[in-house]
Structure formats: structure tokens, C-alpha cells
């Protein structure tokens, strides 16, 4: 693997014990049920050039009510990647799981994860069971992440009530929620207060790069804040180019993102490969980069976020 071989933000494992509940989520949400394994996972990173893919376990851990459930499965899930990472640390890292909206779970759960597991960074999901992350119930493990200095991956779920029933929720209502949590962390100024954490949005931030600006224009009706107050908050997102990576996402995404905060992500396996040649291929022509930004995208950026990664 050459040292110019990307490094994958946003890659997605599958425990065994967890496939049958991945595939019942695929069907509800109206998607290709996604199959997992560690040399199936290898090889596509091999034909794609990705030097490592930082995993994520990217759906519910139980039932709103299960709070013991859901800090047990996301032991197990967190687990069972630590020791895939422990046995190829140079082909996979990890975004440990934390059960919110249970901020005891989470707190203990990132402490595990990061002091015993040696995980990379976190995740959550975008809403907790319809709980936004920009809740202040939420501030204490925002406190103790910013203390750590962790990285935070939050990525996408579906929002209570699809959009546009029939279609599919990954395609249609995730980019969309994606940006409203984001949005509702900014008004809250969670990125502000807690700097040393950095929080990544998956695709690109849905659709927050285009509206940023009409976001910020709330700002105005808003006492003690302004728009570009609300902008830079918004700016301190960090972003990664899984599935947008087309001719009107790209160049919106690198119209607004700070030049530092772009990661490359694959979405393997919740997007089928096939699915995402072209998006690599977008990224790879897209004729506008300047010196040595493609390869920030591919892996500089990720190397400052992750040192292990830089010096592997």
C-alpha cells in the first residue's frame, strides 16, 4: 500500500451477532441489505486504494426504553472491532458506539472505549431516539469528548416522520438530518465551547454547505448572536466526502468547508461499491484542486486528526 493510499473516515463494521438487526433496519429503511466481513472489507479497500478504514457501527444499539440493552450492545460492538483494529491496526481503526440518548452509558462507554480499547475517536447518531445533539443534556459528554480532545464522527439516522414516504430514508432524509443536527449544535454553541473536539458530518454535512448561509440568516432574529457568529460555528464541522463527491455537492462542500476539515469516506458496506466508483472518480477528475489538496482529502487531513495513522 503505497503512502499516498487513502485513509477512510467513514467505513462501517457489522458484527455477526449484529447482521440479522442490520438487515431488519435496511428493509425498513428501504435499502440493500449490506453484508460485512473483515478480508471482504480488505479486498475492497485494496482495489480502492485505501490504506485504512476507520470502522463505525452506524445504527440504533435497542429499543428508546432499553437503556441496559443498548449499553450492552455497544460493549459488544466495540469490543469485537477492538480486536480487529488490535489484530491489522494498519488496515482498520475505530469510532467506538456510545448508547445515547443515555449520557451515563456514553460517558462510561467512552472511557472504556478510548482508555482500554485505545479507539481512534466516537459515534453517535445524528438524533437519539428524536433527541437532537444540541440538547443540553447532552453537554456533559461534550465536556468530557473536548477534554479528551476526541474525535466525534455523528452520522446520519432517520428523522421521525420520511420526508417523502416510498423513497428511501439513507438517500432522501439523511443528508437532511444531517444538517439539522448540526445546525441545532450550532445555536446551542457546542462547537464553539468545546474546540478541542472535533466533530465530523458524513456526506459532505447533507445539506448544510448549501444552506450555511440562509442558515446563518436566522442568526438576525436571534438576540445576542449574528450570522457570522453562526457561520463559524458551523465551520468548525469537519466533513467527509462519502457519497457527494458529484458536480454540485463537490464544489459547494469545498466553497465552504475550511481547507484543513475535508476527510475522504467510502460508506463501505451501507453503499454498495459499485455504487460509489463514480463518486470516487468525481473526486479524483474534479478539475479545480489546488496543489496538494486531493491529497489532503485522501489522507493529509485524516493523518493531523490521527498521528497513529501518519506515522503507520
Given at each position: 500500500?503505497n503512502?499516498?493510499?487513502?485513509?477512510?473516515?467513514?467505513?462501517?463494521?457489522?458484527?455477526?451477532e449484529?447482521?440479522?438487526?442490520?438487515?431488519?433496519?435496511?428493509?425498513a429503511?428501504?435499502?440493500?441489505?449490506?453484508?460485512?466481513?473483515?478480508?471482504?472489507?480488505?479486498?475492497?479497500?485494496?482495489?480502492r486504494?485505501?490504506?485504512?478504514?476507520?470502522?463505525?457501527?452506524?445504527?440504533?444499539?435497542?429499543?428508546?426504553?432499553?437503556?441496559?440493552?443498548?449499553?450492552?450492545?455497544?460493549?459488544?460492538?466495540?469490543?469485537?472491532?477492538?480486536?480487529?483494529?488490535?489484530?491489522?491496526?494498519?488496515?482498520?481503526?475505530?469510532?467506538?458506539?456510545?448508547?445515547?440518548?443515555?449520557?451515563?452509558?456514553?460517558?462510561?462507554?467512552?472511557?472504556?472505549?478510548?482508555?482500554?480499547?485505545?479507539?481512534?475517536?466516537v459515534?453517535?447518531?445524528?438524533?437519539?431516539?428524536?433527541?437532537?445533539?444540541?440538547?443540553?443534556?447532552?453537554?456533559?459528554?461534550?465536556?468530557?469528548?473536548?477534554?479528551?480532545?476526541?474525535?466525534?464522527?455523528?452520522?446520519?439516522?432517520?428523522?421521525?416522520?420520511?420526508?417523502?414516504?416510498?423513497?428511501?430514508?439513507?438517500?432522501?432524509?439523511?443528508?437532511?438530518?444531517?444538517?439539522?443536527?448540526?445546525?441545532?449544535?450550532?445555536?446551542?454553541?457546542?462547537?464553539?465551547?468545546?474546540?478541542?473536539?472535533k466533530?465530523?458530518?458524513?456526506?459532505?454535512?447533507?445539506?448544510?454547505?448549501?444552506?450555511?448561509?440562509?442558515?446563518?440568516?436566522?442568526?438576525?432574529?436571534?438576540?445576542?448572536?449574528?450570522?457570522?457568529?453562526?457561520l463559524?460555528?458551523?465551520?468548525?464541522?469537519?466533513?467527509?466526502?462519502?457519497?457527494?463527491?458529484?458536480?454540485?455537492?463537490?464544489?459547494s462542500?469545498?466553497?465552504?468547508?475550511e481547507?484543513?476539515?475535508?476527510?475522504?469516506?467510502s460508506?463501505?458496506?451501507?453503499?454498495?461499491?459499485?455504487?460509489?466508483?463514480?463518486?470516487?472518480?468525481?473526486?479524483?477528475?474534479?478539475?479545480?484542486?489546488?496543489?496538494?489538496?486531493?491529497?489532503?482529502?485522501?489522507?493529509?487531513?485524516?493523518?493531523?486528526?490521527?498521528?497513529?495513522?501518519?506515522?503507520?
Amino acid at each position: 500500500m503505497n503512502e499516498h493510499a487513502r485513509i477512510d473516515v467513514h467505513q462501517h463494521v457489522i458484527p455477526p451477532e449484529r447482521s440479522g438487526a442490520i438487515a431488519d433496519r435496511a428493509a425498513a429503511l428501504g435499502w440493500p441489505v449490506p453484508a460485512w466481513d473483515r478480508q471482504g472489507a480488505i479486498a475492497m479497500m485494496d482495489r480502492r486504494s485505501i490504506a485504512t478504514g476507520i470502522l463505525s457501527y452506524a445504527a440504533p444499539l435497542g429499543a428508546p426504553d432499553d437503556v441496559e440493552g443498548a449499553r450492552a450492545a455497544a460493549r459488544d460492538v466495540n469490543e469485537f472491532t477492538g480486536e480487529l483494529v488490535k489484530d491489522r491496526p494498519d488496515r482498520f481503526g475505530n469510532f467506538a458506539v456510545l448508547p445515547l440518548p443515555d449520557v451515563d452509558g456514553a460517558l462510561a462507554e467512552a472511557a472504556h472505549a478510548l482508555d482500554v480499547l485505545g479507539a481512534d475517536g466516537v459515534t453517535v447518531l445524528s438524533n437519539a431516539h428524536g433527541r437532537y445533539l444540541g440538547d443540553p443534556e447532552f453537554e456533559p459528554l461534550w465536556a468530557e469528548l473536548d477534554a479528551r480532545a476526541a474525535v466525534l464522527l455523528v452520522h446520519p439516522t432517520a428523522p421521525h416522520g420520511a420526508m417523502v414516504p416510498g423513497l428511501p430514508s439513507p438517500l432522501v432524509d439523511f443528508p437532511y438530518d444531517t444538517a439539522r443536527t448540526a445546525l441545532h449544535l450550532a445555536v446551542a454553541g457546542v462547537p464553539g465551547r468545546y474546540p478541542r473536539l472535533k466533530m465530523i458530518l458524513p456526506h459532505a454535512g447533507g445539506f448544510l454547505p448549501y444552506a450555511a448561509h440562509r442558515f446563518a440568516a436566522a442568526a438576525r432574529l436571534r438576540p445576542g448572536t449574528t450570522p457570522e457568529h453562526l457561520l463559524a460555528e458551523l465551520r468548525r464541522f469537519y466533513f467527509d466526502t462519502a457519497f457527494c463527491a458529484g458536480p454540485a455537492s463537490l464544489p459547494s462542500l469545498l466553497a465552504f468547508a475550511e481547507p484543513g476539515q475535508v476527510l475522504y469516506g467510502s460508506d463501505f458496506p451501507m453503499v454498495p461499491e459499485e455504487w460509489c466508483s463514480g463518486f470516487d472518480d468525481g473526486l479524483d477528475g474534479y478539475p479545480h484542486w489546488e496543489d496538494g489538496q486531493l491529497h489532503a482529502v485522501h489522507r493529509g487531513n485524516a493523518e493531523s486528526l490521527f498521528p497513529r495513522l501518519a506515522r503507520a
